[in-house]
């Protein structure tokens, strides 16, 4: 039986789906709608008038880069249900279909946060992708102790900068999330490798009305000013960490990075999700001060891989030759 793929490039146009993946979801969806600079592409695949499959597709734009403004990426590999087929064979198809449509509107091509690294490896080589080894952090939240892995060190900067007066808590208002995000720019700034959505991004976190959590802001306050937080979305039994920053420098004895994690950590076991990844734990090969800092919250080191594709065809086929 042939598959069929649909395209949806608006909200108000995608059926109700089955699925439980965050990042394919029509809540998440609904949210990069509403950021300038994204455009949200969700694939759905059929089987006759049953949907069997789905895979978000995100279009970045980027200003800082002219000519090369445009990447195109997902999360994972989609999600699978009410079939009895691979979901690697679907996956094929929603690979092809999405290089077809992409290949020429954005430069870079990218899957990433792969679960399952050698999934759909034969679909990526035969449509041109060239993979990067990349590394995951996750944390097991669920034993009787939170802080069962987390380094000594780590501990007492949690229990000193309570102790000096720091305080944790949720954002709740609009005005809360405008002092976090403009906190959190400055600290981006610095970091162009690091791309930071438009503030309706972490609005619509607040105001996204979902029968399932979707999202939290962490805050770190100090005297009512608000010096660090963090960014979860949740999925399934997992809570992401997106952002995360704290004034280390003006506030050295608070610790506010720190807590901004610790924040985002208890409240998602509070909840009873059993793991914590952190999103961007950067390159294998390459220090990563960030890495260091969040594996020192007792997370251990997963292996896996991105897979790329380039517009520009003579280098895409160099760096297949060199990665492959």
Known sequence: MTIRI??????????????????????????????????????VAWENDTPIGKLLC?????????????????????????TSRKADEIFGNFLSYFTIIFQDQSFFLEFRNLEEPLFGYRYFRQNGYFPIRWLRVRNSIHHQT???????????????????????????????????????????????????????????????????????????????????????????????????????????????????????????????YRHFEFIEAGLPFKKYTYRDFILRFGGRQLSTRRWFRIRWKWLNRLLIHFYI
């Open 58 to 82: 995100i279009t970045r734009r980027n200003a800082r880069l002219t000519g090369l403004r445009k990447k195109t990426y997902a999360y994972g590999t989609g999600e699978y249900f009410n």
């Open 6 to 43: 649909s395209t949806y490039e608006h909200s108000k146009d995608i059926p109700d789906l089955p699925g439980t993946n965050i990042f394919h979801s029509t809540d998440l969806f609904q949210v990069l709608e509403q950021t300038p600079g994204y455009r949200p592409v969700l694939l």
């Open 146 to 272: 939170l802080d069962k892995w987390i380094s000594a060190s780590r501990k007492r900067q949690i229990a000193r900068g309570l102790k000096n007066g720091a305080t944790m808590d949720i954002a709740r208002t609009q005005e809360d999330i405008e002092a976090f995000f403009n906190m959190l720019r400055k600290y981006y700034a610095a970091k162009i490798h690091r791309y930071l959505p438009d503030l309706r991004f972490f609005l619509s976190l607040l105001k996204r009305p979902s029968e399932h959590e979707l999202g939290k802001i962490f805050l770190i306050r100090y005297k009512n000013k608000i010096i660090g937080g963090s960014v979860c979305l949740f999925s399934q039994n997992t809570a992401y960490l997106l952002f995360s920053s704290g004034m280390r420098k003006t506030y050295p004895l608070l610790y506010p990075g720190v807590l901004a994690v610790w924040n985002a950590m208890t409240y998602s076991r509070q909840q009873g």
